[in-house]
């Protein structure tokens, strides 16, 4: 893992886009809360503070404006996890409705660092809320599995990295995306058989100095020179020509990128790389993280079990987890949480549900009998407990369906169902 601490020497260097995109690596967001893509801790036990980071980082607020915008010019409803502000942060998706008011072409694009055989429940907000958008807009999607990113930051052979990333795409196949319109692509085996793709590598590496890459993402030097190079393979995506099999000859295509907001730091550097190339700028919805089963001072880790909750983890294990590890903000005893009441603001179990139940009035109707203490605590990691069995039952059940077969079909590079 790169040491993101090396930011002191260099975090005065403050590039600009020209539209808000602060390109520094200064990543002290509160007192002491840093956010980068490889670091999330809170200084607070309520976890990041977003407003914050949205101001340090030069993004946009969701606000009620977009979210109405968005219902008018789709004809459905924002997703639970915008209404709530789950996706609380955005750069230009004010133009991507733009396009498809207009009816002109973007695609979607995401991706997923395979560091462990299975994905846990964090991992899967980002690809829930795509797949709907996919299914919202009807666009294609390209799917990057970081197996090189991997290999060089985690003490991994590249053959494993290389078998992790197909586990992992397993699980992502698993949600329902369509192999008509999604292409999942492991940078090991996809970059060496697209020129355009590294060709457009090479092109934002030109664009780049090692002071500029060092000063947004902190490396050092003694890091490998594969770390500092690895964030143009990242860029690459945004750009519709590194895959011509999907979108032909065009360059003019942008792309709206939905990812937790640690990724940012990416793609305010792809954003300020693009004008350069002759590209459209990179569009993001950034979404909050989803904290550790012991609190929301650090997000969910897949290296972790004693913070996770896995895709694989059987009914009693998501019992046993929640039930043991599972953050409580409620009273020390009943006497005490039936007369104060309970804190959902730090409640992990509240905070879970905030991104996993879909109903809103049960929702409330939980935040109300918890915060006035009818609801204990018990009664309500029991709601989620259930809500987790659910959700990962079903997907291990959609998992037994997914083949290798399967998954060559996905990464088989290959024309969608789209004409441009």
Known sequence: MAEPNAVSQLADMELNDGTGDQ???????????RVDPWTVVASSEKGIDYDKLIKRFGSSKIDQALLDRFEKVTGHKPHHLMKRGVFFSQREVH??????EAKKPFFLYTGRGPSSGSMHVGHLIP???TKWLQEVFDVPLVIQLTDDEKFLWKDLKAEEALRLAKENAKEIISLGFDSEKTFI???????????????NMLKIQKCITFNQVKGIFGFTD?????????????????????????FGNKKDIPCLIPCAIDQDPYFRMTRDVAPRLGYPKPALIHSTFFPALQGAQTKMSASDPNTSIYLTDTPKQIKNKVNKYAFSGGGASVEEHREKGGNCDVDISYQYLTFLMEDDERLEQIRQDYTSGKLLTG????????????LIGDIQENRKKVT????????????LKYNY
């Open 404 to 415: 290798d077969d399967v998954v060559k079909d996905f990464m088989r590079v290959r024309k």
């Open 185 to 199: 692509f492991s940078n090991m085996e996809y970059i060496g058989s697209s020129p355009p793709f590294y060709m």
């Open 222 to 246: 003694s890091d490998c020179i594969g770390k500092i190079s690895f964030p143009a393979i990242q860029a690459a995506p945004s750009f519709c020509n590194s895959f011509p099999q999907i």
């Open 95 to 100: 133009r991507i409705l733009d396009r498809y």
């Open 23 to 33: 390109l520094s690596k200064d990543t002290s967001v509160a007192d002491d809360d």
């Open 379 to 390: 009664e309500l990691k029991k709601e989620l407990i259930v809500i987790l069995q659910k």
């Open 127 to 129: 690809f829930v809320f």
